[in-house]
């Protein structure tokens, strides 16, 4: 669809077109932000605050140490490994003043995923957290990692409270199994060492890759999506000025998605930064009672979330005696909104959620409701200087209404998929259009809707997970013939994993099944349900077909 068609589309706060190049880099933004801000704070764990100006010497801290005290240059990799503590933001922004790439890595990985990626980016540094320091020591050796630094729990907590939180988590909770890993560095050391060094300046590209973000794209195995600096500045100034109006230094936003999802990163922590504001990060926000006292703390004015959240702390009654007066916007991502949740947040908060779409290939927003025109059960409207087009099955752009797969193109698309030219070309075609994989509709006001995914990626409380990685894994059971793991709606997740088994050896259980994926797979991956069937259908060429296990 020519942009040309959204030009009157669009409610007056929202400019059609934006500079998307206001800062050079992430770390022009940084740098910017943190003059600015100085004093203001930016970002709260566990009844602690990081000031701007704190932020600015922590993480020169850690860029220091690791300029002077190991072999890695600029555009070498590092794992983060880390759940929503103030040591994130330190590390990772530190990392990207020594000019190192930033691969966010989920702390719940398996030993199988964990290998997967730190040998796919190849990465040489992992920063990881010590309540998986036992897991971390098994995976090394298999890898290229060569510096490890470890941190507690509460390592960025004054005192006393900081050696009261480790020491209950290690001997109380007894959470951090023993591990040996030889040459590891403990971060509480590294920072107190960089604190004595000077850091050498690095000036970043507009087209240097800033992170590496796993992802399964649109088909099988986790790649890197290489996201730039550009990629990353376009976007966090795209969904600003979707959002409304904001009071520079005066917002607070609760941030209880992991940030190193890349919805959490852009909106939490680089949107959040550009306007000053001030992040809450909550470390289990499946803990609700600890989630909504920490809430109950601060006067915030902003929430990130995904269906699932929100159902969750609605149906929690200290929630909703909560001070929401200072609530004013709400952003969703991540996975379908459904009416309900939308309708009843709004009746407890009075603060109307903006739900929108995207991908991590795209930094990720690609398109959102306007706070002050929202419509529920749509994805919004393609965020400024993004284009749109709906095609069908032979690559033909269809009509106004009528359904398709949807393709952007924009500032904010990936560089490529790291080190995957193949599936790069796959995915983004020879005149920029990267093809999402999902079906969808533009509708005549230009609000677009999902319909449909062309895939058969199942996705569960916002987490992509793939059939083919299930099946590969469940493949090297024994007693396992053949499988199809599928989707299906679950009150919770949104959707949850089925798996259909068919048994070489009948002594096979189902208990069997599920302890060897809980061992190779990421939890939210792990199938809810299994089914052992006698055979699976299958197409004349032999193809297993999952949309018919779906329909059954």
């Known amino acids: ?63 220091a140490w690791l300029q002077q005290h190991t072999d890695l240059q600029p555009g070498d990799r590092i794992a983060v490994q880390l759940p929503n503590l103030l040591q994130y933001p330190v590390v990772v922004f530190g990392a990207m003043r ?80 023993a591990y040996r890993i030889p040459g590891v560095h403990a971060l509480r050391d590294v920072l107190r060492r960089g604190r004595r060094l000077s850091l050498r300046p690095h000036a970043a590209a507009s087209d240097d890759v800033a992170i590496l973000q796993y992802t399964g794209g649109t088909t099988g195995v986790a790649k890197g999506a290489m996201l730039t600096h550009a ?125 929108g779409f995207g991908m991590t290939e795209t930094s990720p927003v690609i398109s959102m409701n306007p706070v002050d025109a929202i419509q529920i059960g749509s994805i919004g409207l393609p965020v400024s200087n993004t284009e749109i087009k709906i095609i069908d099955e032979q690559g033909e752009e269809v009509a106004i209404a009528a359904t398709g797969e949807i393709c952007v193109r924009g500032p904010q698309v990936m560089k490529g998929y790291w080190q995957r030219p193949e599936a790069t070309a796959e995915t983004i075609d020879a005149d920029g259009w990267l093809h999402t994989g999902d079906i969808g509709l533009i509708q005549p006001d230009g609000y677009l809707r999902i319909v449909d995914r062309k895939k058969d990626m199942i996705l569960v409380s916002g987490f992509n997970v793939y059939p ?51 061992a190779n797979l990421t939890g939210y991956k792990v199938p809810r349900s299994i089914v052992f069937r006698d055979a699976l259908p299958k197409s004349p060429v032999g193809k297993i077909l999952r949309r018919e296990l779906r329909d059954q």
Request: with cysteine.
């Open 231 to 355: 990629n990353l500045v376009a976007n966090l100034l795209q969904m600003r000025v979707q959002l409304g109006h904001f009071e520079p230094g005066g917002e607070m936003m609760v941030a209880p998605l992991p940030l190193y999802h890349i919805f959490a990163f852009t909106v939490c922590c680089l949107g959040m930064m550009e306007m000053g504001g001030h992040a809450l990060l909550i470390t289990n926000p499946r803990d609700l009672p600890a989630f909504v006292k920490e809430m109950k703390r601060h006067r915030f004015t902003a929430f990130a979330g995904l269906n699932t959240l929100f159902v969750a702390l609605l149906n929690n009654a200290q929630f909703r005696q909560l001070d929401f007066s200072s609530l004013k916007m709400t952003v969703a991502g991540g996975m379908a909104l459904t009416h309900k949740a939308a309708q009843e947040w709004e009746s407890v908060t009075g603060c109307r959620i903006c739900e």
């Open 468 to 518: 083919n990685e299930i099946e590969d894994v469940v493949a090297t059971l024994a007693g396992v013939l053949e499988s199809a793991a599928v989707g299906v709606q679950d009150a919770k997740s949104g959707e949850a994993v089925k798996l259909f088994v068919v048994r070489k050896d009948p002594k096979l259980t189902e208990a069997d099944v599920l302890a060897h994926c809980r």
């Open 98 to 177: 020594a000019g190192l790439i930033v691969v966010n890595t989920n702390p719940l990985y398996t030993e199988r995923e964990m290998v997967h990626q730190f040998n796919d980016s190849g990465a040489k540094a992992l920063v990881s957290f010590a309540n998986i320091g036992q897991l971390v020591a098994k995976v090394l050796p298999q890898t290229g990692v060569r510096h490890v630094i470890i941190t507690e729990l509460g390592d960025l907590l004054p005192l006393p409270r900081r050696l009261l939180v480790n020491a209950v988590v290690k001997h109380v909770k007894k959470m951090v199994p």
């Open 1 to 63: 669809m020519d942009r040309e068609f959204w030009h009157d589309k669009y409610p007056a706060s929202v400019p059609f077109s934006i500079d998307t190049r206001k800062y050079q880099s992430v770390l022009e933004l940084f740098d910017e932000s943190i003059k600015r801000y100085a004093a203001k704070p930016a970002y709260s764990n566990m009844e602690h605050t990081l000031s701007y100006a704190e932020l600015d010497r922590q993480s020169a801290a850690f860029a």
